[in-house]
C-alpha cells in the first residue's frame, strides 16, 4: 500500500510542480498532503505541536476568560465559513500571552494561536479578524502538510501518514512548535491564504480590508517595533501582495461593515503591555 500512496504522489508532484504555474502547483501540493495526511492525522500532529509548545517552548496561556470569549467570539463565524470549504477540521482558539510578540500562527488540526501582542497591535476588529482568517486559510490549504512534504520528502511522511515513522512525528512537531516549517509557505500558499482570508472575514461581516491595513501597519513598523517581525518574518508582504488582495475584493464584491474598535478596546485594557 505505502508503495502505491507514494506512487500517486509522485506522479501528482511531477505533473503540479513541472508546469511553474503557482496555482497548479498549489493545488497539485494540496492532493498531496489530502492523500498523505487526513483530518484525524492533522489533528493528532496538531496535539503533538500544542505538547511541544507548552513544555520546549514553555508559552503561557491568557487565562483571562472575558478575553478568550472574546477573541473566540471573533473568529466563530470566521471559522464556520472555513468548515464550508474543508469540513472535517475542529478547531481550537488559544492566546498566548506574550504582548511583544505580534503573531498568530496556526498547526494542522486547526489549532490557532493568537498573541495577546497582535491583540494590542490591531486598531480594528477587522483588522484581528482578517489576520485569524488568513491563519485559517493556511489549515483549510493544507499548507502545513505541504511543507512537510517539502521538508522530509515523500517518504517519510507516507510513513508517518500510515503510523510508521513515530520519530519523524516528533521532530515535525518539535520543528513547528519552533516556527521553522511556518517558514516554508510560499508565495503561491500566501496569496492562497490571503484570498480565504478576505472571503472568510467578508462572509462573517467584517471588512475584509482589514487585513491590507495590518499589512500596511506592520510595513511602518517594522523598522521602530521589533515584534511585528516575527510576523513578517513568515509573511513577507510587498506592494504586490497587497494589490492582488484589493483586485480579489474588488473582482469577488467582498464587503463587511464591521470596521470599527469595537470590543477590542476594552480587551486591550484588560491585557499587560509588558
Excluded at 503557482?22 to 505541536?49: H, P
Excluded at 470569549?69 to 498566548?96: H, T
Aim: hydrophobic letters at 40%.
Amino acid at each position: 500500500m505505502q508503495r502505491m500512496v507514494t506512487a500517486l504522489l509522485t506522479l501528482t508532484l511531477a505533473s503540479g510542480l513541472s508546469t511553474g504555474c503557482t496555482k497548479q502547483r498549489v493545488g497539485a501540493e494540496k492532493a498531496i498532503a489530502s492523500v498523505l495526511i487526513s483530518d484525524e492525522q492533522e489533528n493528532q500532529l496538531g496535539l503533538q505541536v500544542k505538547k511541544e509548545l507548552e513544555t520546549k517552548e514553555n508559552i503561557k496561556y491568557v487565562e483571562d476568560p472575558e478575553v478568550l470569549a472574546y477573541v473566540r467570539g471573533i473568529s466563530q463565524p470566521i471559522l464556520a465559513q472555513a468548515n464550508k470549504d474543508r469540513s472535517g477540521v475542529k478547531w481550537k482558539v488559544n492566546v498566548i500571552n506574550d504582548p511583544k510578540t505580534v503573531n498568530a500562527f496556526a498547526t494542522p488540526g486547526g489549532f490557532l494561536y493568537v498573541y495577546t501582542g497582535l491583540l494590542l497591535a490591531a486598531d480594528t476588529e477587522a483588522e484581528l479578524a482578517g489576520v485569524m482568517a488568513h491563519e485559517a486559510g493556511h489549515v483549510v490549504g493544507r499548507h502545513s502538510a505541504r511543507a512537510m512534504v517539502n521538508a522530509y520528502g515523500l517518504q517519510a511522511i507516507t510513513q508517518v501518514a500510515l503510523g510508521q515513522n513515530p520519530g519523524t512525528a516528533a521532530q515535525i512537531a518539535a520543528q513547528l512548535a519552533g516556527g521553522g516549517l511556518q517558514l516554508a509557505h510560499g508565495r503561491g500558499e500566501e496569496t492562497e491564504a490571503d484570498e480565504y482570508g478576505a472571503k472568510y472575514a467578508a462572509a462573517s461581516g467584517f471588512d475584509p480590508n482589514g487585513l491590507i491595513t495590518f499589512f500596511q501597519k506592520l510595513q511602518k513598523e517594522q523598522g521602530s517595533t521589533p515584534g511585528v517581525l516575527k510576523w513578517l518574518s513568515t509573511h513577507p508582504t510587498n506592494e504586490d501582495r497587497i494589490a492582488h488582495l484589493r483586485k480579489i475584493i474588488a473582482q469577488e464584491g467582498l464587503k463587511g461593515d464591521r470596521n470599527t474598535a469595537g470590543g477590542l478596546t476594552a480587551i486591550q485594557a484588560k491585557l499587560p503591555k509588558q
